[in-house]
């Protein structure tokens, strides 16, 4: 015999002993929100704990991440394959219970959350990316992409700023299926949140245009299920539910204090808060009894067959629906991939043309568009001056099926939402800003790295290059700091040529996201042997050699790289033998093999120098403490590219003079 409050109580007693055993953690949220969980898991969300990546679920996000173990809790509950064991493993090395929730370590979890308010924007992306895979493929009787997004968040996520981009966006969109359930207990860290958070919330959510059910206690099942059951009912908006909550319930000395936060209870108060919640049970102990009222494994297996069924119909009335949708959902390219990509390039050799590399990329898109239709793209209100519009863009608004999305100034949140498509899956996004404006957008583009999401970073206007707006505007450190971030692929392209490659190789990279840094000004086009254009691949290659013993050895990206030629052909005039390599992405280049690097960069070669206009400390790693990097240390000034680039040092005549110093030192 056990009390129906036992099925939350199973979670606050769970959270309150794995954080403990683990000597840290968060036990206020779990305990807090276990009423409300308990009846959305049990009564309301569509998943599968036996295939955790059912194209049909249910997305559960846990946007206050702190709160790890309220979501592990519900994992092992409902039949995830997370064991009592992995639970009392809870923050230590390599278990499946990590301090957050973090993708693709724990069964179930759909998105790495910890960074307040990123959660909530995911959230956005993921219903944005069901709504238009369902106007795509849904056909009358056969709704194959249907399900809801749901989100658990607190005080501090909607504190966060970029809960406001997202979630008004997602109000302009009118996202239905999204239902964000608000625990709102009035605590964060630094005590009663009324003196830094006073505003109405449900007026704010009212002005993005969500509905709102407002004022539901938090801790009273019915109340809960009765809400949740009327968000679900409202179709043309996405849903906040408002539930009034005490931090740290069942806590008789802790609760609605800041104190049950982010500490254990300590051994004492858990005893004290067992004996209030009539939990009877030794640590870690639950009853079969418990366990059976929450497994949640033949309902889901009950509820995929159902849509296999469905699905097994579509394919005999839809054969070639069917084929797209799942080679989209399998993330597979085109079968015709290779050859695609051999006629592009093929027809940019003929076409040579002297473009800027934003210009390029918009070529890129327009033509690989027609064959990839998972590419979704967007910008943060640029999209004239990041070119990433192309002829068959289609602004998603409302229910309109589309492919393109105005985020407007909104860059953190635009990023965020991009991983939330991508996790989805059935789509690559493409986002773009100019890439100073990569500082608005750094968290979640380190959050992209991190669960290795697939994104594709469009950062146009890359250098001083940009000419008369400015220092605000002209990007120093920004490419060092990309180019540093783990799992963060960079591509720096010279022209139209590095640029399908740079394309080619982020459209194929599925384990993270690859930045696009492109050019405001025009370029002149590079020919190159079939042989160079192979090693574009490699991420730096020979583009210029005299076929001697070296006297020096340039490397150069972007624009600069058609500086550096010049030079290069000046100093072959003057007897010197020289080398030239291009290298669009030192990450690319730095994995290839010893030999490789070595044949392009020899060691016994001295004198290397570096000419990029941006942060130069970066480049040491390449040409060491005797070579000579032409970079920049300071912010720009307001004046035209030429101007800008002549003051800063990145001529021909002054390469052509740092290059002599170093060869006749």
Aim: glycine share 6%.
């Amino acid at each position: 015999m056990f009390f129906k409050k036992d099925l939350s109580n199973v979670i606050r007693a769970i959270s309150m002993d794995s954080i403990q055993l683990a000597n840290s953690g968060h036990p206020g949220a779990p305990m807090g929100m276990a009423d409300i969980a308990e009846v959305l898991w049990r009564k309301f969300l569509k998943h599968n704990p036996e295939n955790p990546s059912w194209d049909n679920r249910d997305r559960f996000i846990l946007s206050n991440g702190h709160s790890s173990m309220l979501l592990y809790s519900l994992l092992h509950l409902t039949g995830y394959n997370l064991t009592i064991s992995d639970l009392k493993n809870f923050r230590k090395l390599n278990s499946k219970t990590p301090g957050h929730p973090e993708i693709g370590y724990t069964p179930g979890v759909e998105t790495t959350t910890g960074p307040l308010g990123q959660g909530i924007s995911v959230a956005v992306g993921m219903a944005i990316a069901e709504r238009t895979l369902g106007l795509y493929f849904n056909r009358k009787n056969y709704k194959i992409v249907d399900h809801y997004t749901w989100v658990f968040a607190g005080d501090g996520c909607l504190m966060e700023g970029i809960s406001h981009e997202a979630c008004s966006l997602a109000g302009t969109l009118c996202l239905s299926k999204l239902i964000l359930l608000y625990d709102k207990n009035n605590i964060s860290i630094d005590g009663k949140t009324d003196s830094w958070f006073s505003e109405d919330v449900k007026k704010r959510f009212e002005s993005y245009n969500w509905y709102v059910i407002n004022n539901v206690d938090g801790h009273n099942s019915k109340d809960i299920f009765n809400a949740i059951k009327k968000a679900k009912k409202i179709k043309n908006k996405p849903v906040i539910i408002i539930f009034n909550t005490i931090i740290g319930f069942g806590s008789p000395n802790k609760n609605n204090t800041p104190e049950v936060h982010g500490s254990p209870l300590g051994e004492k108060e858990i005893i004290l808060s067992k004996e209030k919640l009539n939990w009877k049970y030794k640590p870690f102990e639950i009853p079969k009894n418990i366990y059976k009222k929450w497994n949640a494994k033949k309902k889901g297996i009950q509820l995929e067959r159902n849509w296999n069924k469905i699905f097994s119909k579509y394919k005999i009335h839809y054969p070639d629906l069917a084929k797209e949708y799942l080679r989209r959902i399998k993330r597979n390219l085109p079968k015709n991939w290779n050859k695609i990509n051999k006629n592009l390039i093929d027809f940019l050799k003929k076409e040579k043309k002297c473009i800027s590399t934003r210009q390029a990329s918009q070529n890129v898109i327009e033509y690989l568009g027609p064959y990839l239709l998972e590419l979704i793209g967007g910008s943060a209100d640029l999209s004239p001056s990041n070119l990433t519009k192309w002829s068959q863009s289609k602004s998603i608004n409302k229910h309109v099926l589309g492919n393109y999305i105005h985020y407007g100034v909104r860059e953190f949140g635009m990023t965020s939402i991009a991983n939330g498509i991508s996790q989805h899956g059935g789509f690559i996004p493409y986002t773009s800003t100019f890439l100073i404006f990569v500082e608005y957008a750094k968290n979640a583009v380190r959050m992209s790295a991190l669960m290795k999401t697939q994104q594709i970073l469009i950062y146009t206007h890359d250098s001083i290059g940009l000419g008369e707006d400015g220092p605000t505007h002209q990007p120093i450190e920004q490419l060092s700091s990309l180019r540093m971030t783990p799992n963060m692929s960079v591509w720096r392209p010279s022209d139209s040529i590095e640029t399908a490659y740079a394309w080619k190789f982020s459209i194929e990279r599925k384990k993270g996201p690859t930045a696009l840094i492109l050019s405001r000004q025009n370029l002149s086009f590079i020919n190159r042997t079939n042989f160079q254009i192979k090693n574009i691949k490699k991420g730096g290659y020979i583009l210029i050699d005299s076929n001697k013993k070296l006297d020096i050895i340039f490397i150069s990206t972007g624009s600069e790289l058609n500086l550096v030629i010049l030079a290069a052909k000046k100093l072959i005039n003057l007897g010197y033998s020289v080398r030239v390599v291009s290298m669009p992405s030192t990450d690319v280049f730095d994995n290839q093999k010893s030999s490789y690097k070595e044949l392009v960069l020899p060691k016994k070669v001295k004198n290397k120098i570096v000419v990029e206009a941006s942060y130069k400390d970066f480049w040491y790693k390449y040409v060491g403490f005797d070579g000579k990097i032409i970079g920049m240390k300071t912010f720009g000034e307001s004046a035209s590219s030429d101007e800008l680039f002549k003051k800063f040092g990145f001529t021909v005549k002054n390469i052509v003079k740092k290059s002599l110093s170093l060869i006749k030192k």
